[in-house]
């Protein structure tokens, strides 16, 4: 498998597999409006996930559609980071994880919007104006809660220590990323680490809650969810995802 | 303890339109929140240009028992009303 290819199925799985998440809260959200506004955020990354999966389908050249790689590969062939597939707890968790990942993906976007691949800066280009959105909505939640009561303080807090671990995997390069760095077609995710830290910081600062520490980080010896080595959480997810393709191959709306 | 959020009554511009048109209302703790809730509720189709947000306990009503008092004259002035001029037949949306 070509680095390139790997690569758009890491950015596209993470958006495929986060969106599935935030749709699980249809229904469920707390108040009418939220519910509709995690489902917004949820159908922003699904049709980012298409386009970063077309264009996969396009690089292996087999014929793949976006449909043939979200629905059915299975879980080992996922390429989306840990993070990503860890159940939505409460709405604290949901939030926590959400401000992990936003941060790193707006900058991960902004880095791609001036890839050497004409294709990836296009779409990078078109995603980074939803997902600046995503990170200013979350972060305001992470404030909120935590400068709020303190029973949502304690939740929150409880939160971001929870998913902390899982974010290392964000930032770690391997072999593919470092070949795409040297040819300019992605950034290495280790250079993200720093402005990360730094916009997380001053929000959980201003939501008067404590940066977690602790450098042990989730996912890393094994491989991590970015080499197929994901949590137990990823195959309930794919079962409910890709059951309709499962038990009625080729079916269409 | 109050767990009710307040009301908000949500004003959108459309594209073309020149005015901003009441769309509905929804709950939100805070003007900033409830301009971010009508952005989802609202306006994900590409509805609007601009949005205003305005608490819905800022709001006086007229009352319906002054419907009367207030609307009747109107309807007995029937000069008032631009209903005679013959109107060409090709006009049409009239």
Known sequence: MSAKLEYLLRLGDNDVVLAQRLGEWVGHGPVLEEDIALTNVGLDLLGQGRMWLAYAGEVEGKGRTEDDLAFLRDQHAYRNVQLVELPNGDFADTMARQFYFDHVHLLLLHALARSTDGRIAEIAAKAQKEVAYHVERSADWVVRLGDGTEESHTRMQRALDKFWPYTGELFTPDAVDIELAKRGVAPDPSTLREPWLAAIGSVVKEATLAMPDGEWMQGLRRGGGKHGVHTEHLGHLLSEMQFLQRAYPGSSW | ?94
Not at chain 2, 10 to 33: C, P
Not at chain 2, 51 to 70: M, Q
């Open chain 2, 1 to 94: 303890m109050r767990t009710e959020w307040p009301l908000w009554e949500i004003f959108i511009r459309s594209q073309h339109g020149l005015a901003h048109k009441h769309v509905g209302s929804l709950h939100a703790t805070d003007a900033e929140m409830a301009v971010k809730n009508a952005r989802d509720v609202y306006t994900r189709r590409n509805e609007g240009v601009s949005i205003w947000v305005v608490k819905s306990s800022e709001i006086t009503a007229s009352s319906p028992s002054d419907r009367e008092v207030l609307f009747e004259p109107a309807a007995s002035k029937i000069y008032r009303h631009p209903t005679f001029f013959p109107m060409p037949d090709e006009v049409k949306h009239l």
